[in-house]
């Protein structure tokens, strides 16, 4: 991913309605195309491995993420919806970014350094998906083109994918809460996101077979890593 520096000199990341001032006869800039072939290649190899990487608890939610993302890449560059098309792969990067960075200090047992990425990240991902983007940029896909062209079918459709996109968003800040949560209580024992299938199961077998002592222990046993 890649963050798009080049936005920030343009009139339309400071003032959402310019992103149809000319509409449809916009330049494309060659920043903005070299943006989406990257941006496009990353999320293609998001889908393809995440089908061979460890099935996680949110697995068919990152594959309609990816395949909603891939489609509004691909639509929105055929419509030449690109300026805000670069607006919302700007709002998803700007969060990712300290995602990864979070996960390196983990890997590299920098306990600390992980939790204040983490809780940064939190403030960046709440404020950037769950205000800039329904408020800001869905506003401005469903309300702003109405001034310029009259309702087609793929703009209703256009819109519905960006809404699946919202309500993933919903979704995954939930989980990053009970993240939170866990930090601040001093019980971060893992990542609500990315538990794999299969540890849950053996959790609730654990718990399910818990009522004896002697089971109990041979349970922890067992699944003690």
Known sequence: MTLPFFILQKP???????VWVGYPKQEVLTSQY????????????????????VRRKDFKVQVVHHLATIFLLNF???????RVGTLTL???????????????????????TCNILFAVFAVVFV????????????????????????RF????FFNMVMFILQFLHIYWAYLIFRMVRKMISGNMSGDDRSDNEEEDSEENE??????????????????DR
């Open 206 to 223: 654990e718990q399910s077979l818990s009522n004896g002592d002697g089971k109990k222990r041979i349970i922890n046993g067992q699944h």
């Open 34 to 53: 070299w943006y989406y072939v990257m941006e496009l290649g990353f999320y293609w190899s998001l889908l393809f491995s995440v089908a061979s990487d």
């Open 76 to 82: 929105s560059w055929g419509v030449k919806y690109i």
């Open 90 to 112: 700007l709002v998803h990067d700007v969060s990712d970014v300290l995602l990864e960075a979070a996960k390196m200090c983990s890997y590299a047992a920098w306990t600390k």
């Open 127 to 150: 404020i950037s998906r769950l205000i800039v983007f329904p408020f800001w940029i869905i506003y401005a896909t469903v309300v702003y083109p109405l001034y310029y062209c009259p």
């Open 12 to 18: 339309w990341f400071h003032d959402v309605w310019e």
């Open 153 to 156: 079918f793929l703009y209703y």
